[in-house]
Structures are given as structure tokens and as C-alpha cells.
């Protein structure tokens, strides 16, 4: 370029357009790389790539902090923040899904183990992921779902809620086996999962093995029929151990709960 200082009225311009496009960082960013572009003697290509590269990495950073705060998380966990030491046998298949591959092909995620183990925890953390890659996310328990889909199912606008939730790239359906369902909302839920099929993600988390799942839904053929469509494209990873909330406390386990599908839970 050649050795020229910017014009006054230039640098106006520049302000009044990048308004116009409702694009602010190149208000900066032009007047601050213009001066770096002629110390460096850059191209005008590579003068105009640098300006509009600072305008969309802060577009996609904000609109990934969007949908992270819209996503309703319980709480901020992050792939880094995990402590691998703790589930060692996840890491590798941790690892691929941080790449948010699974999000493209409609692929599932299924957390299983005891309390404690980092189920909440690694789900979030790729729901964080998935916004991160410009997906839209909802996280919620299960219960949640359910009262949701019931509310949506007596104002007469389920296919319509359904239909809505498919815009978003993932659902987080935490704590599944917590609480029995009752049959409708066993039908429901099931709804849920067949409405987002080869379509789009979830990631489901569970205390319960899939073996106790027909209690939880109070049917066995519906709750067979749901795991089917969940497991087809999907990684199944199976957390173990002792409540990392226990860890270093000198207690080895959780003490033993009936749960009402008569299953044990630890
Ligand atoms: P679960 O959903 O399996 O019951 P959580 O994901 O809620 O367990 O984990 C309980 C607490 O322990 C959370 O604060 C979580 O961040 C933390 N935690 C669990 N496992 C790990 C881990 N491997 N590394 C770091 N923090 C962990
Ligand atoms: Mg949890």
C-alpha cells in the first residue's frame, strides 16, 4: 500500500457505513489496521480480510455467549474444567464429541452412572460446545420436558411446540429416571425423542441403566421403542465410580435408595 496517511472524510465514511451494516467492530478495527496495514505494507486484500475477520469472530463469540445464557444450564461446566483422572475411560470419546460432529449428523449422547460421576457436568459442557459451533441448545430435566410437553399438549399446540424445539440443534433431557412418568407423559416424552429422530440431537442423562428404563416410563414397549430410536445413532458412555462431590472425604459411598422402579440406586 502505498505510504498515504487515512483522509478525515475517509474515516467518516468508514463510521457511517460499518453503522449502516450494523457491523461496530469495523469502526475500530479499520482506522487501527489501516495503520498496521502500512507499517507492514499489506495488501488492500489482506487489509479488507483482516477488518472483516475482527467483525465476524465478534459476532460468533457473542452469539455464542447468546445461546449459551439462553440455553438454561444449571450451572457453567466446561470440557476443561473436567478432571479426566476421575473417568478416565471417557476421555477419548469425550474428545471426539468436542469436535460437535455429532451435532451434524443428528447424533445422540447417553450419559449413564451413579450419582455424582460428571453426567450434569459433561453434558453441559458440550451443550457449551454446541453453541460454540452455532448451535441453538435447551437444557432442562426431564421432569421439566414433561411439564412443558403436558402444557403445550393441553393448549393444543404439542405439534407445534415440536416442531419449534426441532429449530434447536440440541436438547439436554438431565436426570431421566429420577421421577417415574406417568403414562401420558411416558407418551409424550416418547413424542419428543421420535420428533427429533435422525433429525437432530439429544443428550439424555441417567442414573438408571436402560434395562430400568421400562419402569421409569411405566411401560415397557414404549420405553423399548424410545431407546431404540435413541441408541440407533448415538455414543453411550457409562460414567463409574464414587460421587466426585465425595471424593477425599473419606466416605466410599452413597448409602443405597429403593427408588419406586425398584431398582437400586447408589
Ligand atoms: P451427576 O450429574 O452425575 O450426578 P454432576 O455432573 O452434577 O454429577 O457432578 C457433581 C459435581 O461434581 C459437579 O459440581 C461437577 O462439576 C463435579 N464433577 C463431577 N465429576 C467431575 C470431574 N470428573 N471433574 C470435575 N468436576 C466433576
Ligand atoms: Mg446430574
Redesign the pocket.
Known sequence: MATTTTTPDAVKQITYLAAALKAPRIIEAATRLADQARDAGWTHEDYLAAVLEREVSARNASGAELRIRAAGFG?R?TIE????D??PAVRQPVGSLASGGFLTEARNVV?L??????????ATALGIVAARHGHRVLFATATDWVTRLTDAHRQGRLPAELARLRRYGLIIV??VGYLPFEQDAANLFFQLVSSRYEHASLIL?S?LPFSSWGGVFGDQAVAAAMIDRIVHHADVLT?KGI???LRGRGIDSLPSIRTTTGETEN
Open positions: 450451572a461446566k474444567d473436567f478432571d479426566w476421575a473417568q450419559l452412572g451413579p450419582p455424582g460421576t460428571g453426567k450434569t457436568h459433561l438431565d436426570e442423562t442414573n460414567l460421587s466426585y462431590r
